[in-house]
């Protein structure tokens, strides 16, 4: 049974969900503790909506693989001898064990089949046939319909290169619902970019939304990473582009005195440029978000997208994943320019997680309100609110 506090916290949302930008108000800490509320995201966001799950240089030749658990139920995407893709349950039809178990697995790799290791059932990868059972051992005794035995199909798209999955057989197409993002992200052609690593960080302890929330304004920039990402991309300087729906947009310009990344020896760590980028791209950074839990910062040489998962109401994890041209791997300074890359981020990582932490430390006193309003640099904030007013009470697209 839900909570007595739930229904009243809907109706709080909803009521948000009304506001005017320039009188847009915070979520009540209760949205960002409530164990009702967790349970609620769940069931209407991350057990049915769209959500991105990868990039399809990790699933680029027949065979290739790559397990997912950010639904909240285990899946696996892969490639079939057509080129086709596809999403696929991990829990086997006979005793329901995970087919890919982590313990024993790589989170990617090539298979010709799936053979879940408790009994050794195989399912099929090809085409039409894929998640088709192909051999059960020792079941010849039984009465048992081996064509009607599959492993369910979710629904996938490929967006911009990003793999997204909905748990939802009737969710409404995504790439319709995301055209305003097409002409900023068209420049940096991600279908075309490979994954250059890959980093995670387990059990964050804040809730989800805080993190996104965090990783979808630039406005923090001059507190949290004054020593380091404001003085190369200065959040006073963001232009937040206006847009609706389920994905937004802002662009920052480089400091003119911004300083060049450098290796042990001095020389400048500089990435491989990405092909066909206009003097604007060149010139700055574009952060790009689509709604429930992704976003990507695009830069001139790599695209960086990030997912918040939920792990329980007060915990997630943080999926990170670093793309960049093709080419770059050909580099003789690539593991340098990807390790100089990796440690840049765990700064602006660490620095980022005393601010969720702190957040949720101020939201475990169930404060008042805050009173306080949105800059306008936290735009996508307002806009995440409406999106959860509609999926999470029922209240649809407002426009201002």
């Known amino acids: 049974m839900l909570h007595d506090g739930l229904p009243s916290l809907l109706d709080e949302l909803a009521r948000l969900a009304e506001l005017p930008l320039e009188r847009g108000e915070t979520l009540p800490a209760r949205a960002y503790t409530s164990a009702d509320f967790h349970e609620l995201e769940k069931d209407r966001i991350f057990r049915s909506d769209w959500l991105c799950v990868g990039h399809v240089s990790q699933v680029s030749r027949p065979g290739d693989y790559v397990r997912v658990d950010d639904l909240g139920v285990p899946l696996v995407i892969t490639r079939d001898e057509h080129g086709d893709l596809h999403a696929l349950s991990r829990v086997c039809r006979h005793r329901f064990m995970d087919v890919l178990p982590p313990e024993t697995t790589p989170d990617q790799g090539s298979l010709k089949r799936i053979t879940c290791p408790y009994h050794t059932w195989t399912y099929r990868l090809n085409g039409e046939f894929a998640g088709q059972l192909a051999g059960a051992p020792l079941m010849n005794k039984v009465e048992f319909d081996r064509a ?127 092909p066909g980028l206009g003097l604007r791209q060149l010139s700055g950074m574009t952060v790009a978000g689509v709604f429930p ?102 209240v649809g697209a407002v426009t201002p």
């Not at 409404?172 to 075309?192: E, F, M, V, W």
């Open 148 to 274: 009607a035995c599959r492993l369910p199909q979710y629904r996938l798209e490929v967006w911009h290169g990003l793999l997204m999955v909905s748990a939802d057989p009737d969710a409404a197409p995504l790439a319709p619902q995301l055209t305003a993002l097409d002409a900023t992200l068209a420049p940096y052609r991600l279908d075309d970019l490979v994954v250059a690593y890959t980093a995670r960080w387990d059990g964050v302890p804040a809730n989800w939304k805080v993190a996104f929330e965090n990783g979808s304004e630039n406005y923090h920039h001059m507190g949290s990473h004054a020593n380091t990402l404001d003085r190369i991309v200065p959040g006073k300087d963001t232009v937040v582009d206006e847009c609706e729906g389920r994905g937004f947009s802002m662009y920052t310009p480089f400091a003119p005195d911004m300083e060049i990344p450098q290796g042990p020896d001095g020389r400048e760590l500089v990435g491989t440029l990405i």
């Open 293 to 394: 839990n992704m976003a990507m910062a695009l830069l001139p040489d790599s695209v960086t997208f990030v997912r918040w998962v939920p792990t329980g109401p007060l915990t997630h994890d943080a999926l990170v994943t670093v793309l960049a041209p093709a080419e770059a791997r050909q580099r003789p300074g690539f593991d340098a320019y990807v390790e100089a890359s990796r440690q840049q981020f765990e700064i602006i990582q660490a620095e980022d997680l005393v601010a969720v932490r702190g957040v949720q430390r101020g939201l475990a006193t169930d404060p008042a309100p805050s009173g306080g309003r949105f800059s306008h640099l936290e735009r996508p904030l307002w806009q995440f609110q409406r999106y959860l007013a509609e999926r999470l009470a029922g």
